[in-house]
């Protein structure tokens, strides 16, 4: 009786000692899990990743100020003024392609771009900072970027838009804390650009139409926009080339190619911009081609009624890029007949960069 009762106390202590070894291994896994082994989840923020809620990093942010900026008050935080490239990246833009998109510099590669894609050169500069390799990319005169040493960084990203044409479908988004260029936005992101490489080189490009400032706004934007004149001659005294620019405008606008005639020309020259006997460039008037191939970058920014006329406020850039500003003229506007017409403009700020633009 003895003996069967010391084997029930054995077989009791085995049971014992194997669920303390099971509960043991069990604790375990659940501390591999759950502990501090490295691994970045909501749940585990105290790793060394930089994310939204580990601000105890050394990039420069609106909620870190701690961080040395280079600024006119702080002269002596330095002269780099290079973007950390492996800051946090911007907020995803949830329609991008994720399998083509990149938001460091070895990501690039993801975008299955040519590496002497100039578009994608355009990225690297801006990024990093680079802001001789960017003036020479974008095509514009030394010195006219310095304001983009000012430019830092808190993440950024680029995408392949699968819905756009090739033209534009090179997209791109980035989050500056500081800034001395007027056109990026401070601690916010930079969304809806397109990286674009024309005639003159690369630049940013927003695909969004222009805001409109009324009828009368839009005719003046459509001839400035496509022809490359700042002010109309008001007389047939004038160049060559800016003749073959208001030809071409009339061209243009009379349609009917191979239908119009020297006195249509005429005509339509006199009573929109007030040029009395205006010689036709020859070519226009025997082709009847109209030339499409001109442009100049500029924004409408205002519009006003004064004594029957409409005052239209124009902002030349210096870049393809709309960050550099260029003159601002003032145009009068006046319609006559139902059709709108040229009375006067004059220059309102001038700027020692002219306005840029490409012809064809």
Not at 7 to 36: D, E, M, Q
Not at 109 to 128: C, E, K, P
Not at 346 to 352: F, G, L, T, V
Request: charged share 25%.
């Amino acid at each position: 009786m003895s003996i069967n009762n010391n084997g029930k106390k054995k077989r009791t202590a085995l049971i014992i000692a194997a669920v303390i070894v099971l509960c043991s291994i069990a604790g375990t896994l659940v501390g591999c899990g759950s502990g501090s082994g490295g691994k970045e989840t909501a749940d585990n923020p105290n790793t060394d990743t930089e994310t939204a809620d580990n601000l105890n990093t050394d990039t420069e942010t609106a909620d870190n100020p701690d961080t040395e900026t280079e600024t006119a008050d702080n002269p002596n935080a330095g002269t780099d003024n290079r973007t950390d490239v492996n800051a946090q990246p911007a907020e995803p833009d949830l329609t991008a392609d994720t399998e083509k998109s990149a938001s460091s510099l070895d990501e690039l590669s993801r975008l299955g771009l040519y590496d002497n894609d100039m578009r994608l050169q355009y990225i690297r500069a801006f990024v990093t900072g680079d802001i001789d390799a960017l003036e020479r990319l974008c095509g514009v005169e030394k010195g006219m970027y310095e304001n983009y040493r000012t430019l830092k960084l808190s993440g950024w990203q680029a995408w392949i838009d699968a819905d756009a044409d090739y033209y534009e479908n090179l997209r791109f988004a980035f989050y500056p804390t500081q800034s001395d260029i007027e056109a990026f936005k401070v601690n916010v992101r930079n969304d809806g650009f397109a990286v674009c490489e024309g005639m003159t080189g690369a630049y940013l490009y927003s695909p969004e139409a222009p805001e409109s400032y009324g009828e009368a706004a839009d005719e003046l934007y459509e001839i400035l926009a496509n022809h490359i004149l700042l002010e109309f001659p008001t007389t047939d005294d004038m160049d060559d080339y800016t003749r073959f620019q208001i030809t071409c405008c009339i061209s243009g606008k009379l349609g009917d190619a191979g239908k119009t005639t020297e006195k249509d020309f005429k005509d339509y020259a006199k009573k929109h911009f007030g040029i009395e006997d205006f010689t036709p460039e020859k070519i226009h008037v025997e082709y009847g081609c109209a030339h499409g191939g001109s442009s100049q970058i500029l924004d409408v920014i205002g519009s006003e009624e004064k004594n029957g006329e409409t005052i239209v406020t124009v902002q030349f850039y210096a870049d393809m890029s709309k960050t550099v500003k260029s003159h601002i003229y003032q145009y009068t506007m006046k319609k006559v007949d139902g059709e709108w017409t040229y009375t006067g403009c004059q220059e309102i700020r001038h700027s020692q960069y002219e306005p840029a633009c490409w012809s064809m």
